[in-house]
């Protein structure tokens, strides 16, 4: 026997359809519908029928959706996995190396089983949490994820629900902890049924996606309630460690208490009955500290947030953009102001928004906040899909990842940067509603031609090549430059693992010294020493002890006492006495 359940307010009838045979459901309070069939058990599909409309649609609530979007729903049984990591605690999160991974690209084949047998080399890189695109499921075989419209069911192509489980299982079994990235501010355009079941989007906000998620108005506890059972789902259900919460700027709630800060709530009690410690990691772009603040300091209580301003001066400042929001950008003060207090843009006026922007994070322990120089956002959102190595020099794409991973921040990593990859990371969608799919496609290359492009040198989302094209090349490891790079990945992991200062997140110890005129910067933590160059020129540094160890640097650098002379477009990383 099974329970269906559904949550549908406003219909006046509704019935499970199971094998052509439909079995009313019956109303409860507050708007729940339910039924026991005795037949239905894991592996039933079933669909559901609302008042008089003979079109059947998915649950909400669906578990596994083996056939697509549109297709049957298939119960499944949460508690028949064989899990192996008992008594598995996650690294601390401090001291994290998080490597972000999109399943559909990170190998040939493009599942969950195929990644896991990657594993073992993002442990011997030095990686601890290891962070998921969305895998919710969307329309068609392959998209980025982030148009989920069945929350609660894993992509049938990246192997389903049993196939995220073993691979969450093989993490721990590695001593490497996984985060997933979720998505609660819209669902995707296509395969989207919540709205016929209830009031799950409200006419007073509008985002980029439409109507906004109903957070505040009437229905919103309904509405708040599935979206905090789906994260609880995740960290119970499937063992992840960790949710990055996608865009919660366009969360649209005025309410007492804020949805991230029930979130939280929750979550922490789930932490109280399992034993267990679990991350919140938000995508803001409000450069507003009350997200990461704890709840009894007034803030949400979420324990990190990605830092776009740390990567906004990088980029800005190592490629010479100034498109878009890198106009706010640019020059080496930003990135040291970065490098010291989190945000660039701390009330000050922004020009790209056109008015002030931020707040003071005054306080804040850098490890509340992830640092990095490329991620699936600001490579994949280019028109061509460029990594940084793509966009630089060779030694500007080393001095990126040395900030990276010696910054204040829990470094991020975005699949394949370690060794320059040459493989882009372009927009890809696989929408089956071919009308949609078209629209997609000339809105891609209408928003890209605004900015200059000529439209036919934009990727077709809709064309499978452009999928195709993002997938990783794990043979270039083989080739001495891609090697090379690679190495000094490691080299900088291996330093930050075994160098406490450079994971105490202390950035009020952070010593910034630059020169806006000659293109330097140098930045002290504790004992480590950073000096980078920028100019056209050679440059000597100097140090404020001796420096005793060129701890990374390139051949070309040398080092005598408390002089240390940098080519043009180098870094060196030494140990002070």
Known sequence: MHTFRIWAPAVKSASVLIDGTKTPLTQQEGGWWQADVASAAPGT???FLLDDDDYAVPDPRSAWQPEGVHCPSRVYDQNAFAWTDTNWKPPAWPAAVVYELHIGTFTVAGTLDAAIERLSYLKALGITHVELCPVASFPGAHGWGYDGVDLFAPQESYGGPDALKRFVDACHAQGMAAILDVVYNHFGPSGNYVGRFGPYFTANHHTPWGDAVNLEDGGSHEVRRFFIDNALLWLRDYHFDGLRLDAVHAYMDRSAINFMEQLSIEVAALEAEKGREY????????NDPRIIAPRDENGYGLDAQWSDDFHHAIIALLTGDRGGYYADFGTVADLAKALRHAFVYDGQFSKYRDRNH???????PGWRFLGYAQNHDQVGNRAQGERLSHLTTEGRTKIAA???????????LFQGEEWAASTPFQYFTDHEDKELGRLVSEGRKKE???????????????HPSTFERSKLHWEELSDPAHAEMLDWYRQLIALRRA?????????DQAEAAFSEEDKWLTIRRGSVFV???????????????????????ENTIALEGTEITLPPDS???VKLS
Do not use: C
Not at 499 to 507: C, I, R, S
Not at 531 to 553: C, D, E, F, Q, V
């Open 45 to 47: 599909n079933y669909q």
């Open 499 to 507: 160098t406490p200062e450079l994971t105490d997140g202390a950035l």
């Open 448 to 462: 890209f031609g605004a900015f200059g492009w000529d439209p036919e040198d934009v990727p077709d989302p809709q």
């Open 531 to 553: 000096a980078l160059n920028l100019g056209k020129g050679a440059r000597t540094i100097t140090a404020p002890a001796t420096a005793h160890a060129l701890a990374l640097s």
């Open 279 to 286: 991350v919140l990691i938000a995508e803001s772009d409000l």
């Open 402 to 412: 040395a900030l990276v991973l010696t910054a204040p921040f829990v470094p991020m």
């Open 571 to 573: 870094v060196a990383i």
């Open 358 to 364: 931020g707040r003071p994070a005054a306080g804040v």
